[in-house]
């Protein structure tokens, strides 16, 4: 794990942290810490089994590397990891939708709708490249 200070048009410091996993680069936008306790607990649940899941995938995967496995076994077991990630990249959306996307739409606050609007947008743009 990485981090690039910066300052904002406010002038506030802030530190974009960013996590490379197998040749993707994960970036947090927001300083760490600000929107904990937004995900739905069930949310929460279901991405954490999965993610533990997937775990225990990779790790198996890099075993069959270790030992030389068939390399067309370890290409099924990463695809497998990837497409798994994609679901857990599934409810982590849908949950932003649900909780942050329309506590902004409701927002008497024009600036907020216009920003969770744009911030949508970017991440669909996102994984579009993917």
Not at 13 to 30: C, E, K, M, P, W
Not at 46 to 61: P, S, T
Request: glycine share 6%; aromatic share 6%.
């Amino acid at each position: 794990m990485g981090s690039i200070k910066f300052t904002n048009s406010q002038y506030r410091q802030n530190t974009l942290s960013f996590v490379r996993l197998s040749g993707y680069t994960l970036l947090t936008i927001y300083p760490t810490g600000v929107y904990i306790g937004v995900m739905d607990s069930a949310v929460r649940k279901k991405a954490d089994v999965r993610l533990a899941r997937i775990e225990g995938q990779v790790k198996g995967i890099r075993n069959m590397v270790e030992s030389g496995r068939y390399c067309v076994d370890i290409l099924l077991q990463l695809s497998a990891v990837i497409s798994a990630l994609k679901k857990v990249e599934d409810l982590v959306m849908e949950n932003h939708l649900n909780t942050c996307v329309v506590d902004a739409l409701k927002s008497e606050d024009e600036e907020q709708r216009k920003e969770k609007i744009k911030e949508v947008v970017d991440v669909m743009a996102t994984f579009r490249r993917q």
